[in-house]
């Protein structure tokens, strides 16, 4: 299996328009998890997947963040409108579900986004 | 929140064997320790993990307290490829980093 595949691996964008980062998990894994990494709050959980259905949202800073994962190979994050202060890195991480979580999570290479 | 506690910051000298200390006091007796790592602006690298023995693999050594509420990673030969931010997490579905200890290797 290739890993986790994030694309695209750099975006630059204006402050206002939309953005959308994809994610492609390894197959057969059962949950998805997005998150963010910046210098001032380090990697933060966004909001992460089990069998396509959304768990816990209750990262996503804001209602111009949305997620969502149509089916078991393919997510997106998408910001609208994107906002500097939203330039940061994203990774995108995927792992088997098992019992109490005796189980590794694999992380993409991210997607660093800049919004000037 | 998290709930690790790390020094943020260590140094080691290459070959010999790298010890990064966590707290977990709070843990549960369902929750697992995990160890990852990541170099640089890399996507983080999973290390290892266990419940309450002790575990191996071509990595690391994890040396878990018979109280679960702290353990140990062991880097036996540290490289300055090692160098890196280390992580430790308790996880039970998510895993939530906090800010880690930051190894630097020097040759």
């Known amino acids: 299996d290739a890993g986790v595949i994030q694309s695209p691996r750099h975006e630059v964008t204006e402050m206002g328009q939309e953005v959308t980062l994809r994610c492609k998990p390894i197959?057969?894994?059962?949950?998805l998890f997005w998150y963010r990494q910046t210098m001032m709050r380090g990697l933060e959980l966004l909001i992460y997947?089990?069998?396509?259905?959304?768990?816990?949202d209750s990262g996503m800073p804001e209602d111009r963040f949305s997620a969502k994962m149509p089916n078991a190979s393919f997510s997106t994050l998408k910001i609208q409108p994107s906002e500097p202060r939203d330039s940061a890195v994203y990774f995108c991480?995927?792992?088997?579900?098992?019992?109490?979580?005796?189980?590794?999570?694999?992380f993409g290479q991210g997607t660093r986004l800049t919004v000037v | 929140d998290a709930k690790t506690t790390q020094p943020p910051s260590m140094d080691c000298a290459e070959g010999r064997a790298a010890n990064l200390p966590c707290n977990h006091s709070t843990i549960s007796g369902n929750e697992y320790v995990y160890w990852y790592r990541q170099i640089h602006s890399q996507g983080p690298q999973y290390i290892i993990h266990g419940l309450k023995n002790n575990e191996t693999n071509e990595m690391a050594s994890l040396i878990i307290t018979e109280d679960r509420k702290s353990s140990t990673l062991i880097l036996p030969h540290a490289t300055l490829r090692d160098t890196a931010v280390y992580y430790c997490i308790v996880r039970v579905e998510a895993l939530i980093f906090g800010t880690g200890t930051r190894l630097q290797v020097f040759p």
């Open positions: 991480a995927s792992s088997l579900a098992r019992f109490g979580g005796d189980t590794e999570a694999f």
């Open positions: 197959s057969g894994h059962d949950y």
């Open positions: 997947f089990n069998n396509n259905v959304p768990i816990d």
